[in-house]
């Protein structure tokens, strides 16, 4: 019972196993489960086991139990393009009208369901995809409609409550904002960031070493001895270093410096530094790279066991990390290349990386990036990248 | 397990707002005696989930609070030599020392399955742990008994307790973990579920406050760049506050002015902007 539904969940990309099939049926059989929704709610349970897949599933459940169209890939687009025309047309319908070219009152009169298929049939009608254009839609374009205008918060025209069937429920797709496909978000990174750890003893000796303890109490010929022991704590320093000069590093630096403040709580001791580019004789501690200069020298001085976090494109003119005065930027200009200041980093903390948020495909087609690279391990800055940094940084 | 404990149907609690799905959720948990796994960010009441499970079933109930440095070892039992050293060198208690048995003490995991009756057991936020604990926890938890190694004894538990475990994490715990439990991802409650959170909190409420509150907490909700947003217990513990404050009216919230931010914002960031945001809206 139920095995077709079960391999369709599999086929869709839901971690489902069998194991937890055999438990829905034992939920079936002990007579828990009577109508849809009762089995909606347990087989949920049962089977996902992460709110990400909650929205496949409740398409896989409408598709099963009613039917619904099963989004192929380009029509799960198709579909959050239509959804997102219906958001902006119920905030601005005068403004999409216009740039559809349709009379605002004839739409009035739809309603949603009519609205979100008339809006369908419309993007199936463009004949090839338009990313950036004024007028259509696409992605990235500057029309109202589109992805920037999809709202993750989900539809809910009609505002449908009270005892609705399951199918209803499933159709509404609830979890859609949860759904696996997504950017780099500032809670993932900080729970990838979440295994950076350093336990060293620190604070007041409350904790009984008991081995100790016993040797002592021998030593002392049976007379008790209580040796204590500081706690382990953790006091991982870490230093991050962002490249906030070039427009290409513009789309990160939010997610990357909100991360960090974000993970603020999970690291004692963290400072954000800036620089453009590549590293010369100084970081900056202001995001404008002008008040707070912080010497190299200074840096250097430092704990070793700091971890050393570098985030940036690492890429440049070869010349600004090659040639003594390469720093476009005239008052940098100390005589030594920033190459020497990177191999200095590197030698300083070992446990230092380099995120870089360009693909790592594209690396080898920048002659900078290479040469970073041979200097620190370098990382794509995506949630596997961060992780193996992660493990980088931590590995003895 | 007794027939007449999973009998036992939950069905809500005084201070506890249950939605059915949920309740159906917990019940089909507790027939199949898996633990229940809940997700869902801060102030969405996986906690007083727990409690309320215990008020209605009348069970009681015993809190793990996970720590980042706990050893499970440290949940099952704890075996006190600090004591038996110290009765060894005087020999003036009535503990026999001779008896490991007398120095050992049950965590809270031995706790629910030493009791003599079927309690609910919280794990709460087991996402500080790190993996290792979480799957040998469930090995317990799966095999409902654990080892003493000092005394060679092995701890069965007397009834299988009802589990209960939250987690606040984004990323998914361990497969094997996952496997053994049932989930289920608490949202954050509408509008509608809030007005009745808040009439079971405060059932005399005046209408028009609870009204413009919860509009206002959840025009707040959206903020933007705000690090902490307010939760449940922010939007009840600020209509407490508002309600005792004699000279403010239910009218002034409509006008944008928003009293006692700093029960809904608690980092002082997010404060700073809520209170611009306010202010720019006041002058609008």
Redesign the interface.
Known sequence: MFIKFFYKLKEVGIPVSPTAFLTLQKALGKGLVVTLQDFYTASRAILVKSERYFDLYDQVFAHHFRGAEMPDVEGLELDELARAMLEAWLQKPEELSELLGIDESALNKMTPEELIEYFKQRLKDQDEQHHGGAKWIGTGGYSPVGHSGYHPGGMRVGGVSGSKSAVKVAMDRRYKDYSLHGPLTQAMIGEALKRLRNMVPVGPKDEVNIDETIYQTMKNGGEIEIIFDRRLKDRLKVILAIDNGGWSMDPYIPVVQTLFDYAADQFKDIKTYFFHNTIYSNLWADPARYKKPKRLDELVRLDPQTRFVIVGDASMAPYELMASDGSIHIEERSGLPSIECLNLLAKTFPHAVWLNPVPASMWGYTRTISAIREIFPMFELTIDGLEQAVMHMMAK | MGDDNSAKQFAGATRYVLDQ?LA??V???M??E?P??L?GEPGTGKTMLAHAIAENLKMPLIVLNVK??MKLIDALYQYD??TR??DS?FGDSSRNVSNIEEYIKMGKIGQAFTAEQRTVLLIDEIDKADTDFQDDMLDVLDQMEFDIIEIDKTIAAKSRPVIIITSN????LS?PF??R?????I?FPDA?MMRRIIGVHFPDLDSELMERAISAFYQMRKLDAV?KKPATRELINWIRALKADPDFKPKQLAKGELPYLGVLFKKSQDYARAQHAVNGRRIN
């Open positions: 799905e159906k959720i019940n089909i948990s027939a199949l898996m229940l796994l997700k980042s440095s030599t600090l050293l110290n060198r994490a984004k990323k998914d497969d996952l496997g439990c049932n989930f289920h991802h949202a509608d690090e």
